[in-house]
């Protein structure tokens, strides 16, 4: 197992190098020139031509473009992510002061998305082709087909400005968390839904739990230890890499809603041009990206003992 | 003493618009202390007959005809009724080994739950039990705590067996239990069952495509085809005089008898054929097969057979 996981690190090393390779080279051929983007971003529109020479020289970007990466790779290495091209802000201690807003929301968002598709995944498999597992169905279907935005937008018209119940915006409390939450949480339970009860259906099917019924156990036995604990096999596998669809919708969401995480942090730098940081925010998603898979498939591991012994 | 009566069953699968007859007036007992052998060609609908009997078919299917087990009716039990002769009263062990036990549960856990909900008892009393039920079967309890990917296939026709067997049922009914097995495997797990259910005067239903493994094992022998039974008899006399063309031909396809294969495809259960269903394969056809369909007579003491060929005993001269 411990062989397993070294070899999965490693993996996540060759990803997340490969991630900020392509990232690097998009971002240099994206229209305009970066040097005066920074320098209107810090000096305002009226320019002379001196002070943008003066930033492309300052901030390395006359130099070919392997060069600048392999110099901004060096530091990377050394934990060092720069600095923000226009506040002079440490880019890793900005991206730690904001992640914790995004990694509640994602939680947050995880456990309602949980909360909802597990049990209605599980009725709809055992009551297949009832009005219930219909209206279950249809339901997620909708989830589904709803974009992120236009689903916060309602929220938002609904809870906060005709009823005025919570606030439309804003980070700090438990109250600021209830819609984006919602909003990104449902969006991600429709899918869950529907994949949990494909699982379920799929896993009692199956011959041994036929024997489970033969041996005469009860149904809650049947369905809770018998066929739960396979059907749970891919939704693991989808739930983690659902996590990269949390933090790319959390970009929408945090959008939306002024949450101040990573996804906004990152639209604001992409605004602002500000290559450090964006550099920053990518490769920080990444990692945490891979290393969500990688938790997710040692959970599967153990969950599986077939994959668990082979893996000794 | 008869212990099961199965009385004109008939088991019609919907399958998408299409009815499938999986079986078709079936009339068969199980007597006390016997080892009743069903054998027939793949997809003849043994299975089916096996699942009918514990109650666990799909829900697309329309089922007839009783199944008498202590006076009372099986097929009209309630959910709850059944789960108290399923593995207690009637035991089972279902086809194919390797799909058939959990992946994700030990194997002895397959084995003590089955303790723990149907006698109450604590854990350590259950995984007490279950090594015993280990033990008997063949098995070193020491693996109880392994899963079903790390045991070969004659090991995990132990484990069903140890299921099957587990509490102890009156009726065994094992599907297939020697199939993929090689020869000495095959003749140590044959040997095992036989041990085990006559030691306990079980009766058992052997369910088996495998003539050599039902003539080693089986009282006597049912034969199926396309979804009905077509002779019953005690198992030395349908060795020795088959008395139904079909189980003829079937002898006479044992490797031992010369390999001759039945000429002709089984009918789909979909168009079962009119009149007697192997006609169009039968060498003995007369024109009333094409049109009427054989009731199955006793032609002798304890040998039933479905086929114009014969007529009653009291017919006779
Ligand atoms: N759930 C089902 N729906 C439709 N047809 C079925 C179903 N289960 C079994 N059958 C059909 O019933 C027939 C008998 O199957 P089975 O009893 O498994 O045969 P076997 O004699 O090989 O054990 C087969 O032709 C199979 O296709
Ligand atoms: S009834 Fe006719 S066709 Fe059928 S087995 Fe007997 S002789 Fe052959
Ligand atoms: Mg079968």
Redesign the pocket.
Known sequence: MLKYILKRLLLVFVVVLGVTVVTFSAMQSAPGDPAEMIAVARYGEDLTQEEIEWVRVTEGLDAPVYIQYLGWLEHVLRLDLGKSLITYEDVLEEILTRFPATLVLTISSLILSLLIALPIGIISAVRKNTIVDNACMTGALLGVSMPNFWLGLLLIWLFALSLGLLPSFGYGSIKHLILPTITLGTSMAAITTRLTRSSMLDVLNQDYIVTAKAKGLDEKTILLKHALKNAMLPVITFVGLQLGFLLGGAVIVETIFAWPGIGRLLVDSIYARDFALIQGCVLFIAVIFALANLAVDILYAYLDPRIRYEKK | MTLLKIEDLG?Y???RGRI?K??NGVDLEIEENEILGLI????????????AIIGL??E??EIKGKIIYRRENLLTLSEDKMRQIRGKEIGMML?NPSTSLNPVLTVGEQIAEVYRYHEGIGKEEARKKAAETFKLVGIDPERMDEYPHQFSGGMKQRVMIAIGLALNPRILIA??PTTGLDYSMKKKIVDLMSELVRSRNMSMLL?T?DLEVAKRMCDRIAV?YA?ELLEIAPVEKILSEPKHPYTQDLLDSLPRRGLKPIPGASP??TSLPAGCRFHPRCRYKSDECSEKHPEMIEIEAKNHVRCFLYKNDENKG
């Open positions: 088991v699968f919907n399958a499938v999986a079986n027939g060609e793949t997809g003849c609908g043994k299975s089916i007959l096996g699942r078919l799909s697309n299917v086809q599907d297939e369910i495509h199926m979804s789909s259960l």
